[in-house]
């Protein structure tokens, strides 16, 4: 398994539509996650309108929440490795920092 923590770097200065229960301060965790040995992908939100949402894979859930608009940067908890079933997500993966 392979945790991670998501934060939104820009998102105060562009994206303005999210009110204090949607989104959380830059430089606070936006959002959590968990990567199951068989890709499975899980997100816990960390918003005051939290929830939980479940993914076919990682690669998909970024595809909705990766915002690369909103400065969203990726911290992998666990030891660095290659992502194997997306080589487009292996060749960003370095040092424990991913930016989307």
């Keep these: 398994m392979k945790r991670f923590t998501?934060?939104?770097d820009d998102m105060?200065?562009?994206?303005?539509?999210?009110?204090s229960d949607q989104k959380n301060p830059?430089?606070?965790a936006q959002y959590e996650?968990?990567?199951?040995?068989?890709?499975?992908?899980a997100i816990r939100w960390l918003t005051a309108a939290a929830s939980t949402?479940?993914?076919a894979s990682f690669c998909t859930a970024m595809k909705v929440h990766g915002h690369p608009e909103y400065g969203t940067r990726i911290v992998f908890h666990d030891e660095p490795e290659?992502?194997?079933?997306?080589?487009?997500?292996a060749s960003k993966y370095e040092t424990g920092d991913m930016l989307l």
């Design 26 to 28: 830059e430089g606070e």
């Design 53 to 55: 949402s479940v993914w």
């Design 12 to 19: 105060d200065t562009h994206h303005a539509t999210h009110n």
């Design 33 to 41: 996650g968990i990567i199951f040995t068989d890709g499975t992908c």
């Design 82 to 89: 290659p992502l194997p079933w997306d080589d487009d997500i």
């Design 6 to 8: 998501a934060y939104r």
